[in-house]
């Protein structure tokens, strides 16, 4: 019988490595966008967030990204500076900070779309649609490993 795989350390691994070659390729794919620093992963996840839904709030972004409330107050802070985004009070409770999307930030999404094409082609290469979808429920399956602890 074969061992089973090393799933702790194959998933940080492939993480590891896959945010390194996902840098490099959003890098490669937006280097000639303004000639500005090409976004991390993470910032193209605001980017893509704020092209649905322009004006979501920090809560709303955290909670899309999967991130804590305090790294996306760090990510939105580095996107300002980049002037990708712009940080406002919500009119209707000014505890409440809204996220919008300037222009500089929208000229970032059509190489970055372009670039997500080609990562996940790269995924996904070799895999049949069974495959994959197995991959994807046991990636979600991780996801929610605290939703219903089961010891």
Do not use: Y
């Not at 959003?26 to 993470?42: E, I, K, R």
């Not at 991959?135 to 010891?151: E, G, I, K, N, T």
């Amino acid at each position: 019988m074969a061992d089973r795989p090393r799933l702790i350390f194959l998933l940080n691994s492939a993480q590891r490595r896959l945010q390194q070659w996902m840098t490099s390729q959003q890098a490669w794919a937006t280097g000639s966008n303004g000639g500005g620093s090409a976004p991390t992963s993470a910032q193209s996840g605001v980017l893509f967030a704020l092209a649905k839904a322009d004006g979501t709030t920090m809560g709303q972004l955290a909670e899309a990204l999967d991130l804590a409330p305090s790294a996306v107050s760090g990510l939105i802070q580095r996107m300002e500076a980049l002037h990708w985004v712009q940080r406002r009070p919500c009119p209707s409770d000014a505890r409440t900070q809204r996220v919008w999307l300037l222009d500089p930030g929208r000229t970032q999404l059509p190489a970055l779309k372009q670039a997500l094409k080609r990562i996940n082609a790269r995924l996904s290469e070799g895999f049949s649609d069974e495959e994959l979808h197995t991959v994807a429920r046991w990636l979600r399956h991780v996801q929610h490993l605290d939703d219903h602890p089961s010891r």
